[in-house]
């Protein structure tokens, strides 16, 4: 009987702090190019959501309306997606500029920042090429 007790109470507590851990590994990477960030915090939070109701919450909510942040930050109007667009080729620019001088260390750093940004940028401005081929047609 207390093997069992024993055994219960220990894979919850390993769970829950595989949970936490996976938002704290997903907060200090968050600011790394890629999309390291925000899958880990869901996958902690469904670790978490396995034992606690409030992170069940959570957890649907932010599935239920992450997708609005990209609506907020990338709105359909033309003029905003042209001007992304125009960023992302800039970033771009840049990159090359900076990879291809074989600068510093941290400009290095700073030019693959800038192609993962304007990866970003070019991938969540999603109907881009839906409108050209409309526009050529």
């Not at 919850?12 to 915090?41: K, M, Q, V």
């Not at 359909?76 to 080729?89: C, I, S």
């Not at 970033?91 to 500029?97: E, G, N, R, S, Y």
């Not at 940028?121 to 526009?135: S, V």
């Amino acid at each position: 009987m207390y093997m069992h007790t024993l055994r219960k109470h220990g894979k919850r507590i390993l769970i829950d702090a595989a949970g936490y851990l996976l938002i704290l590994a997903g907060i200090l990477t968050g600011w790394l190019p890629g999309p390291g960030g925000i899958p880990l915090i869901v996958g902690g939070l469904g670790l978490l959501s396995i034992h606690n109701e409030w992170a069940k919450r959570l957890r649907v909510w932010v599935v239920e309306n992450g997708g609005k942040a990209i609506d907020i930050l990338f709105p359909k109007w033309p003029w905003v997606e042209w001007g992304y667009d125009t960023l992302a080729v800039l970033l771009l620019a840049l990159t090359f500029v900076l990879e291809l001088h074989h600068a510093n260390f941290w400009q290095m750093g700073l030019g693959v920042t800038a192609f993962f940004i304007a990866l970003f940028i070019a991938l969540t401005n999603r109907d881009r090429l839906k409108r050209l081929r409309g526009k050529h047609k």
